[in-house]
């Protein structure tokens, strides 16, 4: 009974002994996440000081920069700003590091993909796209009710769909999206549509696809 009682006692001493221990790793994460947010706004500091001082400093400095993936929506956007008026007032070249697409397409005119260590692509966005696809992609969100076969179309691939929302890979060298767009909304009622370029993120990971199969 009296091991029974002090087998008890221990367990429930060192309960909080745990719980004391969880406390202390969760805070010394969130420490630890503070201190790359100050790092960062230090860094911007560091960096809005080497504008006025040296353009050639900051064209290092940014070379060495890793991410903004830190910064909240309102900083990332006036670091892009502040990078894009870098370069068009000052001239200097910044070299960006990243696997942040949207940074990617917001500041990059340039785009070097590199993959083991080969280089992949080096040109524009555009010419990026150019090499590994020239689909587009049309959206179409269908009234309630009507049936996603009436979206389909022989010019057209269904590559995903959610709820009454229907996304279709086209090639406008076979049919225009104009063409397209028509043939759907005189098939069925359509509630809204609109035609876009793949992501940056589908291009990339084709790309390393057909590097693969070679």
């Known amino acids: 009974m009296l091991a029974a009682i002090g087998q008890l006692a221990a367990v429930f001493v060192g309960i909080p002994s745990l719980i004391y221990l969880a406390v202390q790793i969760r805070e010394q994460t969130k420490e630890r996440r503070q201190s790359g947010v100050n790092a960062l706004t230090v860094q911007w500091g560091d960096l809005t000081r080497a504008l006025h001082e040296s353009a050639?400093?900051?064209?290092?400095?940014?070379?060495?920069a890793q991410s903004f993936h830190d910064l909240d929506a309102v900083s990332?956007?006036?670091?892009?700003?502040?990078?894009?008026?870098?370069?068009?007032?000052?001239?200097?070249?910044?070299?960006?590091?990243?696997?942040?697409?949207?940074?990617?397409?917001?500041?990059?005119?340039?785009?070097?993909?590199?993959?083991?260590?080969?280089?992949?692509?080096?040109?524009?966005?555009?010419?990026?796209?150019?090499?590994?696809?020239?689909e587009r992609w049309l959206t179409v969100d269908l009234a309630e009710g009507v049936p996603f076969t009436a979206v389909l179309d022989g010019d057209a691939r269904l590559i995903k769909s959610e709820g009454r929302r229907f996304c279709l890979a086209f090639d406008p060298k076979q049919v225009a999206a104009a063409e397209l767009i028509a043939r759907i909304a005189r098939s069925c009622p359509v509630q809204d549509l609109f035609v876009e370029n793949p992501p940056i993120e589908a291009i990339i990971a084709r790309l390393y696809s057909q590097q693969k199969l070679q």
Not at 76 to 88: G, P
Not at 96 to 122: F, N, P, Q, Y
Request: hydrophobic share 40%; net charge neutral; aromatic share 4%.
């Open 76 to 134: 990332k956007l006036v670091v892009r700003e502040f990078i894009t008026t870098l370069n068009r007032q000052r001239g200097v070249t910044v070299i960006l590091t990243t696997h942040d697409m949207e940074d990617i397409e917001a500041l990059c005119r340039r785009v070097m993909v590199i993959g083991d260590g080969k280089l992949l692509s080096d040109g524009t966005l555009s010419e990026l796209r150019a090499s590994v696809t020239t």
């Open 56 to 64: 050639e400093f900051t064209a290092i400095y940014l070379r060495g």
